[in-house]
């Protein structure tokens, strides 16, 4: 049963231009939301992550947006470049146990 | 990566043979995970420790089991009984309290059965 829904599943963006990637999750029991990163062949790294009093954070490039009402949060990415192209992971955790509930991932490609 | 050892980077296995994979890590953190990635899913939690000698059944415990005698370690063994077991195994670990509760992964063992 999966309570964290992922779209897309794959996307392909211009050199400089922004990616997006969305994120909606069901349960209201969550109370952290990290985006991962992952290379091939590689674990995940922590990219970015947000608590839900929160509507919006920015490091660098990268940038959340948290819609707690409408239960969905979304990765932006600026200037998006190819050394970006990797695969992305939302996962929410769940207060109570502190378990990671994942997205199914969305691979992105930056093309030169 | 970093602090985390995963062993070994391939594995190889017939059907019906039971395989360990290692999990070691030197970061001195209490929590530990493993996961396994399938293509176009997500990670999905096999079992988790959050102290040694003691660790809970995670989401698709079925088919595999665990053991956690040292912080260091926490080895996960995929039994004959698990059905589909060729996937992307990973590691992780955690140390509560910390203020971005981050988990970081080992570079993960990839499991083919043959």
């Known amino acids: 049963q999966q309570q964290v829904k992922q779209s897309p599943q794959s996307l392909i963006v211009q050199k400089g231009g922004i990616s997006i990637i969305n994120c909606a999750y069901e349960?209201?029991?969550?109370?952290?939301f990290p985006w991962y990163q992952q290379f091939p062949g590689k674990g995940p790294a922590l990219l970015i992550a947000i608590r839900p009093d929160v509507s919006e954070k920015k490091e660098g490039r990268f940038t959340i947006s948290f819609n707690k009402s409408a239960k969905q949060f979304s990765l932006h990415i600026m200037d998006s470049q190819p050394g970006d192209s990797a695969t992305y992971f939302c996962?929410?955790?769940?207060?109570?146990?502190?378990?990671?509930?994942w997205g199914a991932g969305t691979k992105l490609i930056i093309k030169p | 990566d970093g602090g985390i050892t995963q062993s070994p980077k391939y594995l190889f296995r017939k059907e019906g043979q039971n395989v360990t994979l290692s999990c070691e890590q030197n970061l001195n953190h209490d929590a530990m995970y493993w996961y396994r990635q399938d293509p176009g899913q997500g990670l999905r939690l096999i079992y988790y420790?959050?102290?040694?000698?003691?660790?809970q059944k995670g989401d698709i415990a079925e088919g595999y089991s665990v053991s956690r005698e040292k912080k260091e370690s926490f080895p996960l063994t995929v039994t004959s009984a698990q059905k589909n077991p060729t996937a992307f195994y990973l590691c992780a670990t955690r140390t509560p309290g910390r203020p971005t509760d981050e988990q970081f992964f080992g570079p993960g063992t990839r499991l083919t059965v043959l």
């Open positions: 420790s959050q102290i040694v000698n003691d660790f």
């Open positions: 996962a929410a955790r769940a207060a109570s146990n502190y378990q990671l509930i």
């Open positions: 349960n209201t029991a969550f109370d952290y």
